[in-house]
């Protein structure tokens, strides 16, 4: 329950770490982002939480 609280904090940390340090590009990001279509934002999604998961399994298998 430690780890998972302390990765919570980690995500939240680094969220918040662009719309501190630059607000003005984080909002023009947020602008584009919706211009693009859903499909391909959940294909990116994807690819980042298999990612993340493969970054996980192989944090815990070494």
């Known amino acids: 329950m430690k780890v998972l ?3 919570i904090g980690f995500c939240l940390v680094l969220e ?3 719309p501190l340090l630059a607000p003005d590009a984080w ?3 947020l602008l ?6 859903s499909k391909k934002i ?3 999604a994807f690819v980042g939480v298999v990612l993340g998961l ?3 399994w192989s944090v815990e298998l070494f």
């Open 5 to 7: 609280l302390c990765a």
């Open 16 to 18: 918040g770490l662009f």
């Open 27 to 29: 909002k023009k990001y």
């Open 32 to 37: 584009e982002l919706s211009s693009i279509s």
């Open 42 to 44: 959940r294909t990116v």
């Open 54 to 56: 493969a970054v996980v």
